[in-house]
Structure formats: structure tokens, C-alpha cells
């Protein structure tokens, strides 16, 4: 798979920490026909838990979110990255970024195990649509 970089806006929302509440936010969006092209849940204190939700269709996820009454916060701009998995897969994205000057915020990736990858690149919104030029999404 050559790789693909996409633009993506996600949203998150903060809830306590406790079992069950990633449960309960995916079952009401998966009920609102809500598919997420990724999702992340961050510690953010002892008490709370931040869940990231990177949808599809930011419409119905909207939508969703509303009539569950969630309150969430976005859209914020992130890159979505696949390829094949190698060794130094990621220097070539890093390494475009860096040379532009471009801070990457954050950022989280997965294998899948059967030779391709996942990533999430986290950009500040005054560098988000220069970081997209360069990398080509």
C-alpha cells in the first residue's frame, strides 16, 4: 500500500473515569449510524478520562452527539496516515514536517499486524494547512 495521508477534524468530550463510559459514547453513536475512522481515550486526570472521536461523517456524528446530549468540543485538525509497515516508516513524515519548521503536537500509531500501519499526527491549527500541503494531503 503506497502511503496515504488525509485530512480529518476530530472532536473529543471529557468524562469521568470510570467502566463503561467508552461503552455507553460508542454504543449512542453506533446507534446514530456514527462510523469513526479512529478514536482515542486520554487520561486527564485522576477523575476524568478525554474520549477523541475522528468520524467519518462529522454531520452524523453532530447529529448523534446532540441527541445523546453530549457536548463535544471541535473540530480540531489532525492528519490521518496509512502505509505499509517498515522500518523508518514515519521518518519521511516527520522529517518533512521538522524541515518546514512545523510542530507536531501529538501524536499515536498502530501496526496491524499484517504489514500496514495507522497514524495520527496532531497539528496546531496555524500550522495544519501547511503541514497538509507538504505531506501532500
Known amino acids: 500500500m503506497a502511503l496515504q495521508i488525509k485530512r480529518a477534524h476530530?472532536?473529543?468530550?471529557?468524562v469521568q473515569d470510570q467502566p463503561?463510559?467508552?461503552y455507553r459514547l460508542l454504543s449512542r453513536l453506533s446507534t446514530g449510524m456514527v462510523n469513526l475512522r479512529a478514536f482515542n481515550a486520554v487520561p486527564v486526570d485522576s477523575n476524568?478520562?478525554?474520549?477523541?472521536?475522528?468520524?467519518?461523517?462529522?454531520?452524523?456524528?453532530?447529529?448523534?452527539?446532540?441527541?445523546?446530549?453530549?457536548?463535544?468540543t471541535?473540530?480540531?485538525?489532525?492528519?490521518l496516515?496509512?502505509?505499509?509497515?517498515?522500518?523508518?516508516?514515519?521518518v519521511e513524515i516527520h522529517g518533512a514536517l521538522f524541515n518546514a519548521g512545523i510542530n507536531v503536537a501529538s501524536s499515536s500509531g498502530?501496526?496491524?499486524?499484517?504489514?500496514?500501519?495507522g497514524y495520527v499526527v496532531y497539528l496546531g491549527k496555524e500550522d495544519y494547512e501547511r503541514a497538509a500541503q507538504i505531506l501532500g494531503a
Open 81 to 90: 496516515v496509512q502505509g505499509d509497515d517498515e522500518l523508518g516508516a514515519l
Open 20 to 22: 463503561g463510559e467508552a
Open 48 to 72: 476524568h478520562t478525554q474520549l477523541v472521536l475522528f468520524p467519518e461523517d462529522e454531520d452524523a456524528l453532530l447529529l448523534a452527539a446532540g441527541k445523546a446530549g453530549l457536548v463535544l
Open 10 to 14: 476530530y472532536y473529543h468530550v471529557t
Open 110 to 117: 498502530v501496526t496491524d499486524g499484517r504489514g500496514s500501519f
Open 74 to 79: 471541535g473540530p480540531h485538525p489532525a492528519l
